[in-house]
């Protein structure tokens, strides 16, 4: 069974650049969230797709913007980079939409902005 | 406010010995508790989970504890491993229909040879 994939695996970017993430959740999973970890601040929540729709997002800039596809697939967009964009970015997939199916996570991407 | 308090920040412990990580959580209503292992530059995977009336949970030689009252968890680690070596994230669910995750800023564990 395949788990939760993440691409690139790691990505070098200038200030002011764009970047796309993907994640492919586990099959048969609908819902996805992205996640920020940075060593300062732990996991920070992005947002969370359900079906398509985005359901839940956290407290960051409107930089930040992701969707979902019909396969569960899930991208994360950041526009205008900035140095403090710099983290590790996790997808995590879960079968259904609650707190009760628990995540799994990706290995994440890597994003350096330099 | 819902918050998840880690202790200690940081842990180095010989190969071999034991050691105990704790988590405080201000989260209501609860839900579930989780720990999660992270290897360096990997994501989290799930070690266990308890729900309110759970009060111990065991993975090999992990051995989570929770007690709803004082609303206090901890995990402890038997017989440590090299490979046990990771960051040890708490991750507390609400439970009011949120579907909200309120994470911990982790335990870094190191073991020595």
């Known amino acids: 069974k395949a788990g939760v994939t993440q691409t690139p695996r790691?990505?070098?970017?200038?200030?002011?650049?764009q970047v796309t993430l993907s994640c492919s959740p586990i099959s048969g999973h609908r819902s996805v969230s992205w996640y920020q970890q940075t060593p300062g601040q732990g996991l920070q929540f992005l947002f969370e797709y359900f079906s398509e729709t985005q359901r839940n997002k956290g407290n960051f800039p409107g930089r930040f913007s992701g969707r979902q596809f019909s396969n569960s697939r899930s991208e994360m967009n950041v526009s205008t980079l900035e140095l403090g964009d710099s983290a590790l970015y996790l997808c995590a997939s879960q079968k259904g939409q609650g707190v009760n199916y628990g995540y799994t996570f990706g290995s994440g991407t890597r994003l350096t902005v330099v | 406010k819902n918050q998840v308090e880690q202790s200690p920040q940081s842990l180095i412990?010989?190969?071999?010995?034991n050691c105990t990580l704790q988590c405080n959580y201000?989260?209501?209503p609860f839900s579930n508790l989780r720990w999660y292992k992270q290897d360096t530059g990997r994501g989290p995977v799930s070690l266990t989970i308890m729900t309110f009336s759970e009060n111990t949970k065991s993975n090999g030689r992990y051995t989570?504890?929770?007690d709803a009252d004082t609303k206090q968890s901890s995990l402890h680690i038997t017989a440590s491993q090299l490979s046990d070596s990771?960051?040890?994230?708490?991750v507390v669910s609400e439970g009011s229909g949120t579907y909200k995750y309120i994470f911990g800023t982790g335990t870094r564990l190191k073991v020595l040879a």
């Not at chain 1, 990505?11 to 002011?16: A, E, H, M, S, W």
């Not at chain 2, 412990?13 to 010995?17: A, D, F, N």
């Open chain 1, 10 to 17: 790691y990505l070098i970017k200038t200030r002011g650049q």
């Open chain 2, 13 to 17: 412990i010989l190969e071999g010995k």
């Open chain 2, 26 to 28: 201000t989260v209501s």
């Open chain 2, 64 to 66: 989570a504890t929770l």
């Open chain 2, 86 to 90: 990771a960051s040890y994230i708490c």
